[in-house]
């Protein structure tokens, strides 16, 4: 059974950090592309960030959505089957409910959409007050 646990969200001003951690099993962790997804109240779920597979000259390929690039940092710890976001410089607009997901596509064309698995988390929350 495939379970991908997120944890590390609260309640922050804005301005403030969190770090989120997700720890997978019942997959071989690092043959899948791995992120993090939000959704929050009355929008649709979007994607934060997706790290890939495999480490090339530069590192893992990442993807960050246009609206978290330079203050989230997505990393994968594949020893610990975890991966971790880190949020800095949060705004009110980050507020919602936060989802690990694994089987995700779509990185080296600058994107990241689940895969037929869609293999995703419960969930943690964050909500950045102003």
């Known amino acids: 059974e495939v379970q991908l646990q997120a944890s590390g969200g609260g309640l922050v001003q804005a301005g403030g950090s969190l770090r989120l951690t997700c720890a997978g099993s019942?997959?071989?962790?690092?043959?899948?592309?791995k992120g993090w997804f939000r959704q929050a109240p009355g929008k649709e779920r979007e994607a934060v960030s997706c790290?890939?597979?495999?480490?090339?000259?530069?590192?893992?390929?990442?993807y960050y959505s246009d609206s978290v690039k330079g203050r989230f940092t997505i990393s994968s710890d594949s020893a610990k089957n975890t991966i971790y976001l880190q949020m800095n410089n949060l705004k009110p607009e980050d507020t919602g409910v936060y989802y690990c997901?694994?089987?995700?596509?779509?990185?080296?064309?600058?994107?990241?959409?689940?895969?037929?698995?869609?293999?995703r988390g419960q969930g943690t929350q964050v909500t950045v007050s102003s």
């Open positions: 790290i890939a597979t495999s480490d090339g000259p530069t590192g893992y390929m990442t």
């Open positions: 019942g997959f071989r962790f690092g043959d899948y592309a």
């Open positions: 997901a694994a089987d995700l596509w779509g990185l080296p064309r600058g994107t990241c959409v689940p895969g037929l698995n869609d293999w």
